[in-house]
């Protein structure tokens, strides 16, 4: 049985939560923003906490700690991924799904946030294993879950093969084939074309939008990329096919630096063929996850995960453009000194919302049991994302803020409308 844990504030530097809190305070007072809704954003609504007794391939038993955390379902039923790793944390968690509270409001889809996790090291775990844990969660969390209450898809180190195990342990839980209950599945089960690349597809919109606000020819722009997962991957291959040289690549494994660009299709065959790490890639000068970072390109694009670019290296950063294709990359300190610096940063919240979008169209799909093709959803999938980008970009020339700080604002003015207009206790 799943139990509700008390809302706990971690104190440690850089604390996922506590940087959303910073940017909301900000984007409150701007908008002046009611003090009740204020309230009801800085909590999630649930925090549910749930340890996951694994029998091991080795026969003993493995306890794992597994989250599921809900921000808000003002405008929806909530929405977020589940991701495997051995950062996840309460903290983490909570920041994750307020951020996908923002997310959808942003996309304009209608839905709330949540996100859930598992610590563990998917990396370490045998099919078997991870099939044992996806299940135990999965019951753990099945009162939380639901077409019409929370609907949780892919995120790091997830993919289409645990979204399948969640709908057959949750239909058989509750008797009733449910294959909406999760997005990103695999195509024969409900899944949507264009899922899979949905994420780096929008954060390659996104940037394609931002350029040409900043007089950027992609022929004339070296980018590099940082996370070579599914979203730091796609999103590569997709600026390289708008003429966008890709100079450098990384994962957690390695780093790579070409200056006459790296053969995006060629790293992805080689990491497929090579566990899915780069490490030992050939095409490139192998360099550090930090030179990456500050190397002389014009955008950057954190696609790896939380805290990435903070006050320590801010300075450091050349790109003119940063889009982040991760969550959280950027912390509130060095968003203050890129500012200054005059770097515009699409945010998250905005830039990897393709994924999500098309979670939706996903979910619409299993509900009419009408399915479209590749590309219909991809055109959808871009309108969306070039009306959220302009949406943003129109607040922050109104309120003269820079772009997160904008995000904030236009997310949180459609979901007071919301608070508002349901009312509350
Ligand atoms: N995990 C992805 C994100 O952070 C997708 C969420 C979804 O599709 O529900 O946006």
Known sequence: MADTKKVKHQTEKDNPFEE?????????????????VYEIMKKPNKIVYSSLPIKMDNG???????????????????????????????????????????KCAIADIPYGGAKGGINCD??????????????????????????????????????????????DEFSKIKGAYTPGVVTGKPLHLGGSRGRVEATG????????????KLGMKPEKCRAAVQGFGNVGSITAKHLAA??????????????????????????IAYRNSNKGVIKGYKGGKLISNEELLTLNVDI????????????????KIKAKLIVEGANGPTTDEADHILEKKGVTVIPDILANGGGVTVSYFEWVQNRNGYYYSEEEINKRADR???????????????????????????????????IKSRGSY
């Open 242 to 267: 708008q003429g966008i040289k890709i100079v450098a690549i990384s994962d957690h494994t390695a780093a790579f630096y070409n200056a006459d660009g790296i053969d995006i299709d060629k790293a």
């Open 201 to 212: 597809r929008g954060v390659m919109t996104a940037t394609m939008e931002a350029m040409e």
């Open 300 to 315: 950057l694009c954190p696609c790896a995960m939380e805290n990435q670019i903070t006050e320590e290296n801010a300075n």
């Open 60 to 102: 003993k038993t493995q306890v794992f700690e597994g989250f599921r955390v809900v921000h808000n379902t003002a405008l929806g039923p909530s929405k977020g991924g589940i991701r495997y790793s051995l950062n996840v944390n309460e903290s983490e968690v909570m920041a994750l799904a307020a951020w996908m509270t923002f």
């Open 384 to 418: 969306w994302m070039k009306q959220a980008f302009n949406n943003v970009w129109e607040v922050s020339k109104k309120y003269k803020v820079h772009m997160r700080i904008a995000a904030y604002i236009y997310a949180l003015s459609k979901i007071e409308l919301g």
């Open 20 to 36: 959303m809190i910073k940017r909301l305070d900000v984007a409150a007072k701007i908008m002046k923003l009611d003090d009740d």
């Open 122 to 167: 998917p990396s370490k775990m045998s099919e078997g294993e991870l099939e044992r844990l996806t299940r135990s969660y999965t019951s753990a969390m099945s009162d939380v879950f639901g077409v019409d209450k929370d609907i949780p898809a892919p995120d790091m180190n997830t993919g289409a093969r645990e979204m399948a195990w969640i709908v």
